[in-house]
């Protein structure tokens, strides 16, 4: 099963609301692996070879920088998207959906985002 992670400003209501919704799902804060700080391409290679799919609320650098790895033939295990401004329940609710219905080898080199149309 894919396993998730979150950067360091990650709304953590949409966390406990996705935590809630699916108990058993790998999920967790890169702060928990000292990465609070670090530039986004350090987590991206840190989120490549741990293979975690990356969720973020950062639109602003970090596509460009998951971009640049699969054009450059790094492994990138995925990036979510999620607008700050995004209601918390629609949030969970569409990684929830997500995460049920995209097989782990379907995450490979995708860039995906929230809200789903």
Same mark, same amino acid.
């Given at each position: 099963?894919?396993?998730?992670?979150?950067?360091?400003?990650?709304?953590?209501?949409?966390?406990?609301?996705?935590?809630?919704?699916? @108990?058993?799902?790998? $999920? &967790?804060?890169?702060?928990?692996?000292?990465?609070? %700080?670090?530039? #986004?391409? =350090?987590?991206?290679?840190?989120?490549?070879?741990?293979?975690?799919?990356?969720?973020?609320?950062?639109?602003?650098?970090?596509?460009?920088?998951?971009?640049?790895?699969?054009?450059?033939?790094?492994?990138? @295990?995925?990036?979510? $998207? &999620?607008?700050?401004?995004?209601?918390?329940?629609? %949030?969970?609710? #569409?990684? =929830?959906?997500?995460?049920?219905?995209?097989?782990?080898?379907?995450?490979?080199?995708?860039?995906?985002?929230?809200?789903?149309?």
């Amino acid at each position: 099963m894919a396993q998730f992670a979150t950067d360091e400003n990650f709304n953590e209501n949409i966390v406990n609301g996705v935590l809630r919704s699916l @108990p058993d799902i790998s $999920l &967790v804060s890169i702060m928990e692996f000292g990465l609070s %700080a670090a530039p #986004d391409p =350090v987590i991206l290679e840190w989120s490549a070879r741990e293979r975690y799919v990356l969720i973020t609320h950062d639109y602003d650098t970090m596509p460009g920088f998951a971009y640049e790895r699969v054009s450059a033939g790094f492994p990138m @295990p995925g990036l979510v $998207l &999620v607008p700050s401004t995004l209601s918390i329940t629609t %949030a969970v609710k #569409d990684l =929830v959906l997500m995460f049920g219905c995209i097989l782990d080898e379907e995450w490979e080199s995708q860039v995906r985002y929230i809200p789903l149309r």
